[in-house]
């Protein structure tokens, strides 16, 4: 048995190869990125145990020239490497090579301000079933009376097919619930993104860089000037519907939020989740608690 551990471990010292690796950084327009450190962990010397060996790992740093080009070199057991680029103000990018690469580009994409945000999630209670509207304070997360206690009519709700048989965990059928959005200030409005299945806001993936990791952050990150709808009806919402840009009141030089889901219960009560900025007038939706 030994000497079957002792060929495994010497046939994985076997597989540790020597990589020269040319690592250029640029930023999401194509521009060359110098001072970026460029960093990876290596397994040099093969252990018994690759995945739990950190005694035998080494950290190779190095950093970008003035034409954003950095050279690696290294000694790595596994056929595959891990590298990160990162530099202060950007987002960090990582990206998974083959040691037996000569050549790769990292994308880093400037952060824009973050702007402090409030996250909603409210049940509210049952819509009356008379087809009327209902004003809904945004900033509140409640409908304003007689229905609740909100202040400011940001928008009027009127649901509908809020009655059929509920699914499990009491919420209407997707092909049952339908909701109406109407917002009576001008400037105001709401808006779908223009990538299909978005589920994400914040970090605009730049062309040639969408196998890197960027932190789940996805387009846009900046809420549109333009194109707001005052009325809006969301019918039959799938799983992976697009999520919905809003703007209200204008009057304060703008809110801007993001709606992430809703369904009827089969009561007749609605479930809202949303962001929304707290910081009226900055259109960055690179949001933060």
Known sequence: MRALFIVALLSLRCLAAAFHLQVEVVDE???????????????????????????????????TGINGVAQL?????LPLLVISASME??????????????????????????VKCRQVEVLTSALPRDGNSYGFDLTMG??????????????????????????IGG?????????????????????STPRPGQRSFGLSIAPGCEDQAFLGLFWPRIA??????????????PV???QW???????????????????????????LAYVISAVPGNLSLEFIK
């Open 29 to 63: 327009y194509g521009r060359p990125l110098p001072a970026v450190e460029i960093a990876c962990d290596t397994l040099p010397i093969a252990a018994s145990n690759i995945w739990n060996a950190p005694g035998h790992r080494e950290r190779l740093s190095v950093k």
């Open 73 to 77: 070199e290294g000694q790595h057991a």
């Open 89 to 114: 103000t950007f987002y960090t990018s990582t990206k998974r090579v083959s040691c037996e690469q000569k050549f790769t580009q990292l994308i880093l994409v400037k952060k824009l301000e973050q």
């Open 142 to 167: 409640a409908f304003t009376p007689p229905l609740g206690v909100g202040r400011h009519p940001d928008v009027f709700i009127k649901g509908k097919y809020y009655s059929a048989t509920p699914t």
């Open 171 to 191: 919420r209407v059928s997707s092909a049952n619930q339908e909701l109406e959005m109407q917002y009576p200030e001008k400037g105001s409005g709401c808006r």
């Open 224 to 237: 549109p000037r333009e194109g707001y709808e005052t009325q809006w009806t969301y019918t039959s919402l």
């Open 240 to 242: 992976d519907q697009t």
């Open 245 to 271: 840009i809003f703007r209200i009141r204008p009057e304060q030089g703008y809110y801007y939020g993001v709606l992430t889901d809703f369904y009827w219960t089969a009561d007749g009560r609605l479930r």
